[in-house]
């Protein structure tokens, strides 16, 4: 299918540092290809986050399988797959990926519980808290109709897992949906998530130990309708990608710039230049991933969703350019 096109790092010398790896990537780009596990079987982590640790990427994902339905009474766009819980994949080079295993299990023939296969988990994050030393997961929990719209706090202490879940929370009584993690260089983290319907994004300070949000909260993009946060900061400002709300169909990104994460926002529209820059290169933004021995390198990580066989969905990682303080990606 035409959108189907997945792009991903590979063919790179073991040897290259991971700089290297992004100076080359016009040549190492492959397309169409599925992304596999150092046991040559398909990665199943998507609307995907990455955590570095101590010198290892560590990428969560939501684990899709078994049979795409349409949720019966919805629009044409409600797709579902079974909830399969987060997988773990590690690698030292962002090359080798290694599967280690379910980080959080679901739960079967439970429909009450949060993470039973017949809900919804998505978009997984970690980061590790220095203070408690635990490893901290967030990801939105749904029910089938998106109105259950929960954030999902677990713990572990180690970062593939397993992962012990400690429940659902609506922040401030606000509905969570599409969201992601920062964690800050001063250690303050954020759970960042589209909320009010999906009509405004919210920022929300999280309590120290990074398990409960606090009262500490601001509402950015007023009913602009975004979803699928991926932020970073680079040089002192953070940057926000978002895209908009089309379900599994892909629609243009948007980015903003900002001095503190808490904002002002100033919106600086699509960062995606060239062909196909309008649907986002037929993806939708998950992560910015930092290439932690390259300040100022950033990989972006979107998901090429197959609404129809989600878990045959697959992903685009490419590199994030900056032209000024300005981003730019392109799709080579
Ligand atoms: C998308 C969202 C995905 C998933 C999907 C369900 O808009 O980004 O994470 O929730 O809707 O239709």
């Given at each position: 299918m035409k959108y189907i096109t997945l792009i991903i790092l590979l063919?790179?010398?073991?040897?290259?540092?991971f700089a290297n790896t992004i100076k080359s990537l016009p040549d190492t780009l492959v397309h169409g290809k599925v992304l596999f596990d150092i046991d040559g079987k398909p990665i199943n982590a998507h609307g995907p986050g990455v955590m570095y640790h101590q010198g290892v990427y560590y990428l969560f994902g939501e684990i899709k399988n078994g049979k795409t339905w349409l949720v019966p009474g919805?629009?044409?766009?409600?797709y579902r797959v079974p909830a399969g819980g987060i997988s773990c994949y590690s690698s030292t080079d962002m090359k080798h990926w290694k599967?280690?295993?379910?980080a959080l299990k679901p739960v079967v023939n439970?429909?009450?519980?949060?993470?039973?296969?017949g809900r919804v988990i998505e978009r997984p994050k970690v980061i590790y808290n220095e203070h408690t030393k635990k490893f901290v997961m967030w990801m939105h929990i749904d029910k089938n109709d998106y109105n259950y719209s929960r954030g999902g706090v677990a713990i572990s202490?180690?970062?593939?897992?397993?992962y012990k879940y400690l429940g659902g929370v609506k922040p401030n009584g606000q509905m969570l949906r599409d969201m992601t993690l920062f964690k800050d260089e001063n250690n303050k983290a954020y759970l960042i998530y589209s909320s009010e319907n999906n009509n405004t994004m919210h920022v929300c300070l999280l309590s120290d130990n990074y398990l409960k949000p606090t009262t500490t909260y601001v509402r950015i993009?007023?009913?602009?309708?975004?979803?699928s946060p991926a932020i970073f900061k680079n040089k002192g400002k953070y940057y926000l990608i978002t895209s908009g709300c089309t379900g599994w169909s892909p629609n243009a990104a948007s980015y903003a710039v900002a001095?503190?994460?808490?904002?002002p926002w100033k919106e600086l529209g699509n960062p995606c230049k060239g062909p196909n820059a309008e649907v986002t290169f037929f993806s939708q933004g998950a992560f910015v991933l930092p290439v932690t021995s390259k300040p100022g390198k950033f990989i972006f990580m979107g998901d090429v969703w197959?609404?129809?066989?989600?878990?045959?969905s697959r992903y685009l990682w490419l590199p994030l350019n900056f032209n000024d303080d300005k981003i730019e990606i392109h799709n080579p």
């Open positions: 063919s790179i010398s073991k040897s290259l540092t919805q629009n044409w766009e409600d599967y280690s295993g379910i439970d429909p009450d519980n949060d993470l039973d296969t202490d180690s970062p593939a897992g397993p993009f007023e009913n602009k309708r975004r979803e001095d503190h994460v808490m904002g197959n609404k129809t066989d989600l878990e045959k």
